[in-house]
């Protein structure tokens, strides 16, 4: 299966930042790899990136995204807005964005429809807290999130999902090889039995610490089809990096 591999730059980078896109783009020009290639900056700066990638391998896509088209949404911006403005993905369900604004698995569905609806391609991350780990309860918060998460609607329309251990982001902490497949593997599982045929072509990416010197041994697992990369995005020598490795 072609890779994604996926920057969030969540609440990081100004308009002099496109020095780094410029870099990736550059980058990116004559790399023969099986893989996508994708950044995910603020609001602030994604109508700047998207005309700055135009017609480039790079794609840019948003953090979140509102599930109305518009209305009354102080500080809101719906998915409609984001593919205007250029956005191809739009990342919806982050466990910051879960914890930070309270956003649960039911409001997240809806997101992903409104992103649908208005032609992006919704990264749906789900994932468990260390404490869940070591309760045992982690194929339970995964697969209860992925189902609530991904409304029926989404049949034949292109999806991807993130699996990010929250204790593994951020945190310099990384799932091992073991523990990423075995939860890929339940996820692959649970999206065939929903989906069918179209549940076994969905990427499934990993995100959790992923850098430059584990890029490659997570990238091997089974099931592992790119990852949702935080910090190391926003260098783009190890945003490439990462992306050569999906080779």
Not at 30 to 49: H, N, R, S, V
Not at 69 to 77: E, I
Not at 209 to 218: R, V
Request: proline share 3%; with cysteine.
């Amino acid at each position: 299966m072609r890779k994604l591999i996926a920057g969030n730059w969540k609440m990081n980078g100004l308009r002099a930042s496109s020095d780094v896109i410029a870099e990736i783009v550059s980058g990116l020009e004559g790399a023969d790899i099986d893989a996508d290639c994708l950044i995910c900056p603020p609001f602030t700066l994604l109508g700047g990136f998207a005309g700055q990638t135009k017609g480039t391998a790079l794609k840019i896509g948003a953090q979140t995204c509102h599930s109305a088209v518009s209305g009354a949404h102080t500080g809101d911006v719906s998915a409609q807005m984001l593919a205007d403005i250029g956005a191809a993905y739009v990342i919806l369900g982050h466990s910051e964005r879960r914890a930070d604004h309270g956003e649960a698995s039911a409001d997240v569905a809806l997101k992903v429809m409104a992103a649908i609806e208005a032609g992006l391609i919704p990264i749906v991350c789900v994932g468990e807290s260390l404490a869940d780990r070591e309760a045992g309860l982690t194929r339970k918060i995964v697969l209860d999130q992925l189902g609530a998460s991904l409304p029926d609607g989404l049949a034949g329309h292109p999806f991807v999902v993130a699996y990010e251990p929250i204790w593994a982001i951020g945190t310099g902490l990384t799932a091992s090889a073991e523990q990423i497949a075995e939860v890929h593997l339940e996820i692959r599982t649970a999206l065939t039995a929903r989906f069918g045929d179209q549940g076994q072509g969905v990427q499934i990416l990993y995100g959790g610490s992923m850098k430059p010197a584990n890029a490659a041994e997570i990238l091997g697992v089974a099931n592992v089809d790119g990852g949702l990369i935080g910090g190391a995005s926003l260098k783009a020598s190890d945003f490439l990096a990462i992306f050569r490795s999906a080779g």
